[in-house]
């Protein structure tokens, strides 16, 4: 199962009155819940291995902390507390309510991709202006590997969190989502609060442990 199909599955239900070929909405969830887990291990690992590496080098300068790196902290804030409010009107049956929420969560999304990639052009170079000598050269280079590597796994989740998301718009402009069928939107919602969870963690991981 890949990360989409675990967070977009069921994403179409069908009404009651038809024969309903699509899985429960509990398999949707349950898939949500295994991609959560194998990804929090995954950027644990990666976390720890940062931390390790900069450990390593504590004369590394510390890494630079643009202002857009609060704006972009906020977007992602503030898009979880919307993609809360949206599971709350689906649950509602509130359809104004929700395209409003959905629209918001969108545009949130790609701002924060957006700020995010401002934000990693200027405090990646300076970490690493300094060449490695010597014996200190493969240790330094795992260092770098697993800045970028945490740094890109984020992006790269974020970027895949916006096709369920898509998938999500779609079906609330179609009107599909209602109090029996809204367990899509809040499995997308659970995936962007992880994704939250996580750049919180990175944060004080990178910008003030590291």
């Known amino acids: ?10 994403a179409n239900p069908v009404s009651s009155a038809k024969v309903n070929h699509t899985l429960p909405s509990y398999a949707g969830t349950f898939g ?3 991609v959560i887990v194998s990804l929090a291990i995954l950027f644990a690992a990666s976390i720890i291995a940062y931390l390790v590496a900069r450990h390593a080098h504590p004369d590394l300068p510390q890494a630079a902390t643009p202002v857009g790196l609060w704006v972009s902290t906020a977007l992602l804030i503030i898009l979880s507390l919307t993609a809360h409010a949206a599971v709350g009107a689906a649950r509602q049956d509130n359809q104004s309510a929700l395209r409003t929420t959905v629209i918001i969560w969108s545009v949130l999304a790609v701002g924060f991709l957006v700020a995010q990639t401002a934000n990693w052009i200027t405090w990646a170079p300076p970490l690493f202006d300094r060449p490695p000598t010597g014996a200190e050269s493969d240790s330094l280079s795992f260092y770098k590997m697993t800045f970028y590597v945490l740094t890109g796994l984020h992006a ?11 998938f999500v718009w779609r079906n609330t402009m179609a009107g599909r989502y209602t109090p029996q069928t809204f367990h899509p939107v809040r499995n997308c919602a659970l995936y962007w609060h992880f994704l939250d969870v996580v750049w919180i963690v990175m ?8």
């Open 1 to 10: 199962m890949t990360p989409n199909e675990g967070l977009v599955m069921n």
């Open 32 to 34: 949500t819940a295994v």
């Open 203 to 210: 944060f004080l991981a990178i910008f003030v442990i590291g």
């Open 156 to 166: 790269a989740h974020v970027v895949g969190g916006l096709i369920p998301l898509a």
